[in-house]
């Protein structure tokens, strides 16, 4: 199979002569090598069923600490005003205006601002891949055929970045930050899900908290309702541990997944409200893993939907993560980190986490 391209992976989906629902982001984090301070940057495309004329751009920032004193900001664009390059052109995606308020991703570049209610951030970084792009689904067909509805590729599964972030007037240097950048695409946002990476993993009860090169995992798991039902999760996950690749996306691992998620609805608080713990086996390989955040880790963001009600996103990019493979009765690495991304998705309200943009 021929090497996948970034730049056509990161290709926007969104077409404006289709009058359809569709959601569609590129999203970038990267976590400081002392694992202190968190990025997180999104750039979306919103266009609501049969009025996809009036759709927007926004431009989407957070930045974390690890006292939870986070910055959460956003800015909103008329789609009109926004350029999309088309597949086959030199990549360029601009919303709004990248030199003030806006966003602008070319080729290894993310450069752009925004601001809510006083607070800013403005940004100019650039990601070093230190692998292929990644195309989570298992089979490509998967891409271009109805189900399912939302579809994910990433463009840098394992990156470094340089640059730097204003937050509110501070300057923070992004040298040798680890990163990646996803691109999904949808008619409306899962109605239930959660989704992880990480890519700043240590051997477990390594006081040293010694960075494994060439390891990372990502994986999802959503559900959707259908009438008054729930469908079973539907689980895909990647693994490199050193180098060696674990495909857990294929229809063996999907029917083998034991997942069990947490977003804090109901009432449900206390540790572990907010956590995801997903299982699966393909062939002699076995993956286990966990995430979790407490509350204040968490910020909370209005996702609106081209239909329907408001999706919540509970997002933190400084969750714990535990990670274990498997083969046969071999354990290959048992790993842990506290620089995780992680997301929740939900549609009740009920979580507990303000939602700050």
Known sequence: MAE????????????????????????????????????????????????????????????????????AVKSTFPASSSRFSA??????ITYGDPDAEG????????????????????????????????????????????????KTITPYPDAVCEGWVDVDGERWSLDGWRGMQGHNWAPRHTDHYA????????????????????????????????????TPWLAVGHVVVSGERFDFSGPR???????????????????????????????????????SSAADGMV???????????THCLNSKLAQCSLRIERGDRVLAELESDCAAFELGTMDPTHGITLRV
């Open 4 to 71: 996948r391209d970034p730049d056509r992976d990161n290709t926007v989906r969104f077409d404006p002569l289709k009058n359809r629902g569709h959601v569609e982001s590129h999203f970038l984090k990267a976590n400081s090598p002392d694992g202190q301070h968190a990025l997180w940057l999104k750039m979306t495309v919103l266009a609501r069923e049969g009025a996809v004329a009036r759709a927007v751009t926004e431009v989407w920032g957070i930045a974390f600490r690890r006292d939870g004193n986070h910055t």
């Open 87 to 92: 597949m086959g052109s030199p990549f360029r």
């Open 103 to 150: 966003a602008e991703l070319t080729p290894g570049r993310i450069r752009g601002g925004a601001s809510t209610d006083g607070r800013t951030m403005r940004w100019d970084l650039t990601l070093r891949p230190k692998c292929a792009p990644l195309r989570t689904l298992p089979a490509e067909a998967m891409y271009t055929l109805p189900l399912p509805k939302t």
């Open 195 to 230: 989704w992880g990476h990480c890519n700043v993993l240590w051997q477990r009860g390594d006081a040293t908290r010694r960075r494994l090169e060439d390891t990372w995992v990502e994986a999802g798991v959503g559900r959707f309702k259908v009438g008054p039902w729930w």
């Open 253 to 291: 691992a999907m029917r083998r997944a034991e997942c069990a998620v947490r977003d804090g609805t109901g009432g449900h608080g206390g540790a572990g409200a907010y956590s995801m713990r997903y299982e699966t086996t393909d062939g002699d390989a076995r993956m286990v893993l966990a995430m």
């Open 300 to 310: 909370g963001l209005r996702y609106e939907n081209p239909v329907g009600p408001l």
